[in-house]
C-alpha cells in the first residue's frame, strides 16, 4: 500500500477502510513517509475538528515536523480541538497561505483550499474522508497537487447537498456524487486497497456490521472474544434499564423496547429512557477493561455518546441529562458523530415511534455510524413494531439509469441489525 503511495506512477491511490481500521493512523504514517521522502505535502478533510485531529496526531507522532495549519479567517479558530494545537512548537496556523510555504505540510478543509489561489502545486496530497467529500469538492482542489491519496469509509454517510440533485443523476459527472466514486468513475484502473481489521469495534460487533453493511468488503475485529469486558460495580435493580445494561455488558448489544407507538420525533418517553440508560451506567460504576490496559477503567461520562438521526432529537436528550445532573456526555446526531469512538454508546433507532420509512431515516450510512462507535457496547432504545413498518413501506424509489445502487440498501440493513437485537432484546412494560 504504502509502495503504491510513495513509488506508483498512478495519479492517485484509493484505500478504503471500516470503522475504527486505523485510517487516521495510515494517514499519519504516509504523511510522515511522504515528507521524509521531501515530498510538498497537503491534506485535505472535511471538517475543521478533523482537520485539528490530524494536525495533533501527526504533531504527536513528529514533533520536529514542520506542519502548517491553514484556516479560514485572521482570528484563529478558538474552539478546543484548535486551542490544543498550541501545545505543539511545530505547528503554525495562518489564514494565508503564503506564511506556511517553509512547512513540509499544510493541512486545511476542502472549503479552505478550494478559495487558494496562485501558488505552486503540491506534489502530493492525502484526502481524508473522502467518501464524505462531493466530487464538486474534489474539482475545486484538484488543481492543488500532482498525486494523491484518498482514504475513507465507504459504508458511512453519503456526501451531503442542501439542494435537489435530482438533474445530475446516472451522470458520470454528478457534483453530489463522492469524489472516490468520481474518481473511480474516470479513473478505473487507480490502485485499490483495503484495511481489512477494525481495531474499534469488539468481536461482539465487528461480524455484524460487516454483514450488514460491508458485504462485500468483509472485515473482523482487531481482539477476540473476551478479551474486551464491559461491568458493573453495583448490582441492578430489576428495572428494565437496569436488566439491558447488564445484557450489553454480557453481549455486546442491548436492544430496550418501549411499546408501539406513533409518536413526535422528540418522543419524550424514548428521550427519558436514553437518559435513564446514561445515568444508569454511571451510577452502577461502569468499568471497562481491554486490549489497551489490564486494569479496569472506569466508564466515565466523556466515553459514553448518545446518537440520533436529528439535531432536535440530540438537543432533547442534552436537556433531559441536564435535567439529571450529567454533564460531560456526547449527545449529537449520526452527522457529527462520525470518525468519533466511545466505550459504550446509546442510539435512538432512526425510525422509533414513525408512522412511515422515509429515504432519510433508512440511509444505510446513518444507521451503520450509529452502529458503529463503541468498544465495548451498544445499546439501542426503540419503539416495538420497526420491522412491521420496514414491510409497510417497499422500495418504491425510481431508480436513474447509470446510478449504481448502493448495497444493502436501508430496508436490508435495519431488517439485519434487528434481527440481531433479538437475542439481546429487553421489554419496557
Not at 71 to 77: F, V, W
Not at 108 to 137: F, L
Not at 311 to 317: E, L
Request: proline share 7%; net charge negative; aromatic share 4%.
Amino acid at each position: 500500500m504504502l509502495a503504491d503511495i510513495l513509488t506508483g506512477t498512478e495519479r492517485g491511490v484509493v484505500v478504503d477502510s471500516p470503522p475504527g481500521a486505523g485510517k487516521s493512523t495510515l494517514v499519519v504514517r504516509a504523511a510522515q513517509e511522504l515528507a521524509s521522502a521531501g515530498r510538498r505535502l497537503m491534506l485535505v478533510a472535511q471538517t475543521n475538528a478533523q482537520v485539528d485531529d490530524l494536525v495533533d496526531r501527526l504533531a504527536t507522532a513528529d514533533p520536529e515536523l514542520p506542519i502548517g495549519r491553514l484556516h479560514s479567517t485572521e482570528a484563529r479558530p478558538g474552539d478546543a480541538s484548535a486551542l490544543a494545537l498550541e501545545r505543539h512548537p511545530s505547528v503554525r496556523m495562518s489564514a494565508k497561505v503564503a506564511d506556511l510555504a517553509e512547512h513540509d505540510v499544510v493541512v486545511s478543509t476542502a472549503a479552505k483550499w478550494a478559495h487558494v489561489r496562485d501558488v505552486e502545486p503540491w506534489e502530493q496530497a492525502i484526502v481524508d474522508e473522502a467518501y464524505q467529500m462531493r466530487s464538486d469538492a474534489l474539482l475545486t482542489v484538484a488543481r492543488h497537487f500532482e498525486r494523491a491519496l484518498f482514504v475513507g469509509d465507504p459504508g458511512q454517510l453519503d456526501p451531503f447537498s442542501q439542494v435537489g440533485t435530482e438533474q445530475w443523476a446516472g451522470l458520470s459527472y454528478d457534483p453530489s456524487a463522492s469524489a472516490v466514486a468520481t474518481l473511480l468513475a474516470h479513473n478505473p484502473g487507480l490502485p485499490q486497497h483495503r484495511l481489512p481489521v477494525s481495531w474499534r469495534l469488539p468481536a461482539s460487533a465487528a461480524p455484524l456490521v460487516s454483514r450488514a453493511f460491508y458485504p462485500y468488503t468483509p472485515f473482523r475485529s482487531g481482539t477476540q472474544e473476551g478479551e474486551r469486558r464491559l461491568a458493573f460495580g453495583g448490582a441492578g435493580d430489576g428495572s428494565a434499564t437496569d436488566r439491558v445494561l447488564d445484557v450489553a455488558a454480557e453481549s455486546g448489544w442491548g436492544l430496550l423496547e418501549l411499546p408501539p407507538a406513533h409518536t413526535p420525533r422528540t418522543d419524550p418517553q424514548a428521550v427519558a429512557a436514553v437518559a435513564d440508560v446514561v445515568r444508569r451506567l454511571l451510577e452502577r460504576g461502569g468499568s471497562t477493561i481491554g486490549e489497551r490496559s489490564p486494569e479496569p477503567a472506569p466508564l466515565t461520562a466523556d466515553r459514553i455518546a448518545v446518537g440520533t438521526a436529528h439535531r432536535d432529537q440530540a438537543a432533547a436528550v442534552r436537556a433531559a441529562l441536564g435535567g439529571l445532573g450529567i454533564e460531560g456526555v456526547v449527545a449529537d446526531t449520526a452527522n457529527r458523530l462520525q470518525g468519533r469512538e466511545f466505550d459504550v454508546t446509546v442510539v435512538l433507532h432512526p425510525l422509533s415511534g414513525r408512522p412511515d420509512a422515509t429515504a432519510f431515516h433508512l440511509e444505510t450510512g446513518r444507521l451503520c455510524v450509529l452502529a458503529s462507535r463503541h468498544r465495548h457496547a451498544c445499546i439501542v432504545v426503540c419503539r416495538a413494531g420497526v420491522p412491521e413498518l420496514l414491510d409497510a413501506y417497499p422500495e418504491t424509489e425510481p431508480v436513474p439509469l447509470g446510478v449504481t445502487v448502493k448495497f444493502p440498501d436501508g430496508w436490508e440493513a435495519h431488517h439485519s441489525v434487528l434481527a440481531h437485537l433479538e437475542e439481546s432484546r429487553v421489554r419496557v412494560r
